[in-house]
């Protein structure tokens, strides 16, 4: 109502205008070449508000200008009865460039509301494909497409619609005979139907793109997980069946020994097999110790019981716990660092562990702990071939084993390392050059040391 008001001043102000100006030029031009004037008064009006108020500014056009100029002045009577056909060539000429300049008007209209259109579907499917939540964005969304329509707000229900919102109307969004969504517009403000036809069906379509992508996304990790479980599952499997079974077996081996009595032992015999027992006894010890270890991490139940340590004492017990004192070198800086002594010290022997299996049985195995202000670094040095630059990541999965491994061990000290590491705010990675042995690392965060603690 307001706009038609507006219009309405807007046309009798043109009009004015157009009949004063024709009174300033009628002393110079005759005055039937100056009725064409009107034309300037039609065509913004036209542009503006469309044919129907153009038509009847083009009425009021003529009838002012036989009013003003045509003599008789001030009626609507002509002396001249070929007047009459003057101004029918110019209401007709008015007409005319009124619906030429409403149609213009019209598809310019049309042409920008296709462009919003466009651009709203291009930013969408650029925003939803590149990975966006579509939970997380459909609000966004309702606001966006309600700028397209021009109805002052919108809401989209994705799936089939439950409660729809108060005093709203209901537009289907579907797809193929597939329901995606519903669009909730206000009351009263339903957007034009050739946009609705047009629009939605093509909205509906990129919902139910980025639906199924969503959907794909999370099978797709789901399908990830199952198959790491069962990579999981199997290589456990296979531990149980090898790395258990052998010792149970050696194990029973001597016990059945031990218990013959056909068979006549020395002492000495009898304390291999004895040794034999307590060795595999220990390394079955330790498998399922790094078994629950490994379980324990992966379920996030090994919160760390943080204290301060000095990290070279931690790396000089991680030695003495192996019984390795001779075969390796603890050098470097005593940085002092916040984290769980036992975890640490556990994440320290399995690195020196690692390397000692694989360096020379003469050679020397360095543990070298350097400090920068935000963080301590504990280097463990091998003299081993070193590890291929496309296993330097994959060690540290859960029962892998390096190239040319033949030891005995399952494949869990670096996995657990890294998990122990990473509760402590700490990271654990390898570094190897080809044949110049390896280099596993680890980076905790340091403490300022306390001022009693420097005096």
Same mark, same amino acid.
């Given at each position: 109502m307001k706009r038609l008001a507006v219009g309405v001043l807007a046309s009798t102000v043109a009009v004015a205008v157009v009949t004063a100006a024709i009174e300033l030029f009628k002393p110079y031009v005759p005055v039937l070449s100056l009725g064409v004037l009107y034309v300037f008064a039609i065509l913004p009006i036209a542009v503006v508000y469309g044919l129907g108020l153009a038509l009847i500014v083009s009425i009021a056009s003529m009838l002012a200008f036989n009013w003003f100029h045509l003599p008789p002045v001030h009626t609507f009577t002509l002396a001249d009865s070929s007047n009459w056909f003057a101004l029918a060539v110019y209401l007709a000429t008015a007409v005319v460039v009124s619906e030429l300049a409403a149609r213009a008007r019209r598809r310019a209209a049309a042409a920008e509301q296709r462009e919003r259109e466009s651009a709203l579907l291009a930013e969408l499917a650029t925003d939803l494909l590149s990975g966006r939540d579509l939970e997380e964005e459909i609000g966004e969304i309702g606001s966006r497409t309600a700028g397209v329509l021009g109805t002052g707000s919108a809401e989209i229900e994705l799936g089939e619609a439950h409660r729809p919102p108060a005093r709203s109307s209901p537009f289907p969004l579907a797809v193929d005979g597939r329901t995606v969504g519903t669009l909730y517009t206000p009351e009263g403000s339903d957007p034009n139907v050739t946009v609705q036809h047009r629009f939605l069906p093509a909205l509906a379509a990129l919902l139910a793109v980025a639906v199924d992508h969503s959907r794909l996304e999370r099978e797709a990790l789901e399908a990830e997980d199952l198959r790491r479980s069962d990579l999981v599952k #199997?290589?456990?499997?296979?531990?149980?069946?090898?790395?258990?079974?052998?010792?149970? #077996?050696?194990?029973?081996?001597?016990?059945?020994?031990?218990?013959?009595?056909?068979?006549?032992?020395?002492?000495?015999?009898?304390?291999?097999?004895?040794?034999?027992?307590?060795?595999?006894?220990?390394?079955?010890?330790?498998?399922?110790?790094?078994?629950?270890?490994?379980?324990?991490?992966?379920?996030?139940?090994?919160?760390?019981?943080?204290?301060?340590?000095?990290?070279?004492?931690?790396?000089?017990?991680?030695?003495?716990?192996?019984?390795?004192?001779?075969?390796?070198?603890?050098?470097?800086?005593?940085?002092?660092?916040?984290?769980?002594?036992?975890?640490?010290?556990?994440?320290?022997?399995?690195?020196?562990?690692?390397?000692?299996?694989?360096?020379?049985?003469?050679?020397?195995?360095?543990?070298?702990?350097?400090?920068?202000?935000?963080?301590?670094?504990?280097?463990?040095?091998?003299?081993?071939?070193?590890?291929?630059?496309?296993?330097?990541?994959?060690?540290f999965e859960p029962f892998y084993r390096r190239t040319g491994d033949a030891s005995s061990g399952a494949g869990l000290g670096l996995a657990i390392a890294r998990g122990f590491a990473a509760a402590n705010d700490g990271r654990v990675w390898a570094e190897s050059r080809p044949k110049q042995g390896a280099t596993f690392a680890l980076a905790l965060p340091v403490v300022e040391v306390p001022a009693e603690l420097q005096a």
């Open positions: #199997t290589a456990l499997l296979r531990a149980v069946s090898h790395d258990l079974r052998s010792p149970l #077996t050696g194990i029973r081996t001597a016990v059945g020994a031990l218990r013959n009595r056909t068979l006549h032992l020395s002492d000495t015999d009898r304390n291999e097999l004895l040794e034999t027992i307590e060795l595999d006894a220990d390394r079955l010890s330790r498998l399922v110790g790094d078994l629950l270890d490994l379980s324990r991490l992966e379920a996030g139940g090994a919160a760390p019981e943080s204290e301060l340590w000095s990290l070279d004492d931690l790396a000089r017990e991680a030695v003495e716990s192996l019984g390795a004192r001779a075969r390796v070198d603890v050098v470097g800086e005593a940085p002092l660092v916040n984290v769980d002594g036992v975890q640490v010290q556990r994440v320290l022997a399995n690195l020196i562990e690692n390397a000692l299996r694989f360096s020379p049985a003469d050679a020397h195995v360095v543990v070298r702990i350097t400090a920068t202000r935000k963080e301590a670094i504990v280097r463990v040095v091998d003299q081993g071939p070193g590890v291929p630059a496309s296993e330097l990541e994959r060690v």
